[in-house]
């Protein structure tokens, strides 16, 4: 294959493969239902990639290097202007929208086994990290409260509406856009009064 061609191929084995694993789950999705969806030759997903496990790591890999320059983009403009904290949330979660079928799948794949590459947690820590930098201190023990604090307060509810919010809106038959304002106060009144001034 041309070498101009690699990064394409690899980009539409991904795309075709997340598709499929948030369609079918990472159980139900094989290498020939990939081979099918990209179009290209089963030998070639083999060439870039050593087995599905390779290809859905790959995506976990994409997506955290994605939030790891969001972060680091968000924090340079913050320091630039001041954003009231609503409007910054509201950006974050319309970025991680665009990222909803990985964030599915990499949700299913934290609840299995192995939690050597739980790419959840890591992608949690990238996010959480960054938020709470200026806080931690050398007490383990603090940093841990705010990990947790931060985590199940802040991270898995954002987390839980973007991946449901569809199906949400859809079972319980509401406007996305009232959905999407009552989310933001409850969490105004859950995670964000919950901060103290300065954490």
Not at 105 to 120: P, Q
Not at 145 to 159: D, S
């Amino acid at each position: 294959m041309p070498k101009g061609n690699k990064e394409d191929t690899i980009r539409n084995i991904l795309k075709a493969a997340e598709e499929l694993f948030s369609e079918k789950g990472f159980n139900g999705t094989s290498v020939n239902m990939i081979s099918d969806k990209a179009g290209v030759n089963k030998a070639l997903i083999y060439y870039y990639f050593k087995d599905k496990d390779d290809i859905v790591n790959s995506l976990f890999e994409n997506i955290i290097h994605e939030s790891d320059e969001y972060v680091s983009g968000s924090s340079s403009a913050l320091n630039h202007e001041v954003i009231p904290l609503q409007d910054s949330i509201r950006e974050e979660m319309n970025f991680l929208q665009e990222k909803q079928k990985i964030l599915s799948i990499m949700l299913m794949e934290s609840l299995k086994g192995d939690d050597s590459h739980n790419y959840f947690f890591k992608c949690a820590q990238k996010v959480i990290e960054s938020e709470i930098e200026a806080n931690i201190s050398s007490d383990p023990q603090e940093f841990q409260r705010l990990l947790v604090h931060e985590f199940f307060t802040g991270f898995v509810p954002i987390m839980s509406f973007i991946i449901f919010k569809d199906k949400w809106c859809k079972y319980f038959d509401c406007d996305t856009d009232q959905f999407i304002s009552n989310f933001l106060d409850s969490f105004s009144n859950t995670h964000l009064s919950s901060k103290k001034p300065g954490s």
